[in-house]
């Protein structure tokens, strides 16, 4: 199984930042595709971005504003949030793709993003 571990969130005033981090240990194998996803009260959690060897792809909301990025060797993936927006208020949660499968029955606790002045 593997565990996956969220932090950096919290409060900030809109047009601020946030750097989100995310470990990925336990039984890993070989992480191919790592993602950010999020989730705002009342709504489904949504993919904002994600990131394999050959690049990088994002929600047209968050694109510009936000970017992924990976240690491969640390199994750990950021996303640098700036400009951030009220809208942007919501849980995010990372998830990793390993041998080819996504766990999406191991999601961690999300780490809080607020964006309110």
């Known amino acids: 199984q593997v565990q996956l571990v969220e932090s950096g969130g919290g409060l900030v005033h809109p047009g601020g930042s946030l750097r989100l981090t995310c470990v990925a240990s336990?039984?890993?194998?070989?992480?191919?595709?790592m993602a950010w996803y999020r989730q705002a009260p009342g709504k489904e959690r949504e993919l904002i971005a994600s990131?394999?060897?050959?690049?990088?792809q994002y929600l047209d909301s968050v694109k510009g504003r936000f970017t992924i990025s990976k240690d491969n060797a640390k199994n750990t993936v950021y996303l640098q949030m700036n400009s951030l927006k009220p809208d942007d208020t919501a849980v995010y949660y990372c998830?990793?793709?390993?041998?080819?499968?996504?766990?999406?029955?191991?999601w961690g606790q999300g780490t809080q993003v607020t964006v309110s002045s």
């Open positions: 990131i394999t060897n050959a690049g990088a």
């Open positions: 998830n990793v793709r390993d041998s080819g499968r996504w766990y999406f029955n191991a």
């Open positions: 336990g039984s890993i194998s070989s992480i191919d595709a």
